[in-house]
């Protein structure tokens, strides 16, 4: 059965875990339950089956890290903090799953390189990725698509962009770059770990699909401006690259996706990607140069009848014909400034997630942002085929106002229903 809202209160406020003889970690049975129930929502809703209430994702960042009252820097710089910052955010709010458990800016791995790769305002309270071209021009993308993606990056990439010695300062600050990228993937893991064995709530997904296209826009080889140029004046060097860049980072998705035990219960998804690029994208730029590599991602899951999350920034609403073809019930989608319950209509063979606007959620009364949960479940929410999140990544201070975030969330908890 699905567990009573005073049931999943009750989860989220007792005590950390008791221990048995031998001083391992025992859930408790009330906590297993829960995560038994959010695995079963989200496993229904995206399969077309009408779960028993409206699952509930949270699109929260770094918002988190001043709700719980520390500033960017000592959250960014003291995993302590960070984590603190996460569970304060999970006792209080209660979301079923999250994007973020503190893991979006890690300043401590790319710092090793002494460069300014993400930009922190404090006074601002606001961090940024700073947009560069890491290769200068088709010349430097046609010599990465011969020489190969991770060789490149070491040997050429890394020297050249941020003003190291040779290969060997850059190999030694790789070096300490990794041992950096393991106390963060540390970190997240021991969060993850409380998360679901303190709180219940199982992690998003397993695994992550990075598009080379992405890799290329959002990862930084090419800025938004080149990026832009690139696909109307050197296509086939883009294409030659990104085939380049698939062929080496893949197999390693693959393995991962393949090795997936089936009745994980503290695993929602097996794979998610992110759609950054396609904001810069028209129709016919969108079918060469993504949706090949979207197909790809969805053909793979597919073939092992898996399924997966698909994030978007931005409107989708002129590429519709794209995701129409995308298998039914396998994808969840969130989405950004698109009309949810338009999306339902045009895609019935996915699963929506979002919708809920982040603007309403700052300014609007309480009243008036629960009137709005009302709504969606009306218009959006009819079939069983949604996902509540905010429309937009919560990051800035102003972006939510507390008592309001925390009015749709009982909401939903006590009426969240299809």
Request: charge should be negative; include cysteine.
């Amino acid at each position: 059965r699905t567990l009573t809202f005073a049931e999943r209160i009750s989860v989220v406020h007792k005590r950390p875990d008791s221990q048995d003889r031998k001083g391992e970690t025992v859930m408790d049975e009330s906590v297993q339950a829960l995560l038994r129930d959010r695995k079963q929502l989200f496993a229904d809703v995206t399969r077309g089956i009408k779960p028993a209430r409206v699952p509930t994702l949270s699109n929260v960042w770094s918002w988190k890290v001043f709700d719980a009252g520390y500033n960017l820097t000592q959250a960014l710089y003291d995993y302590d903090k960070m984590a603190d910052a996460v569970y304060q955010f999970q006792r209080k709010y209660n979301f079923d799953a999250n994007f973020d458990i503190g893991g979006r800016n890690p300043v401590q791995v790319l710092n090793q390189f002494e460069a300014e790769i993400y930009h922190l305002d404090e006074a601002g309270e606001s961090i940024s990725f700073v947009d560069r071209d890491m290769l200068s021009g088709p010349e430097d993308m046609q010599r990465m698509a011969e020489r190969g993606y991770f060789r490149s990056a070491i040997e050429d990439i890394l020297p050249a962009k941020y003003n190291l010695k040779d290969t060997d300062d850059a190999i030694d600050r790789l070096v300490k770059a990794a041992k950096a990228y393991s106390d963060f993937m540390s970190f997240l893991s021991k969060v993850q770990t409380n998360l679901t064995e303190r709180f219940g709530v199982p992690s998003l997904a397993y695994a992550r699909y990075d598009l080379p296209m992405e890799l290329v826009f959002s990862g930084g080889l090419r800025g938004i401006r080149s990026f832009s140029i690139d696909m109307r004046r050197n296509g086939a060097v883009l294409e030659e690259l990104m085939e380049r860049i698939r062929e080496e980072t893949e197999p390693s998705f693959i393995q991962k996706i393949s090795t997936f035990p089936a009745d994980s219960s503290r695993v929602l998804y097996p794979a998610r990607v992110t759609l950054l690029a396609h904001t810069v994208m028209n129709q016919k730029q969108f079918a060469r140069f993504c949706w090949p590599q979207l197909k790809r991602y969805a053909d793979l899951l597919e073939a092992r009848d898996l399924t997966g999350v698909i994030m978007t920034e931005g409107k989708i609403g002129h590429l519709t014909e794209f995701f129409q073809q995308l298998p039914k019930d396998r994808f969840i989608l969130l989405i950004e400034n698109d009309d949810p319950a338009e999306l339902r209509r045009q895609l019935p063979n996915l699963t929506i997630a979002g919708g809920y606007p982040r603007e309403l959620l700052a300014t609007g009364t309480k009243e008036a942002c629960v009137d709005k949960i009302k709504e969606l479940l009306d218009t959006v929410a009819y079939d069983g085929r949604w996902i509540y999140s905010q429309n937009k990544m919560v990051s800035f201070r102003n972006d939510v106002k507390a008592e309001n975030l925390l009015a749709v969330s009982e909401y939903l908890q006590l009426h969240g229903t299809y």
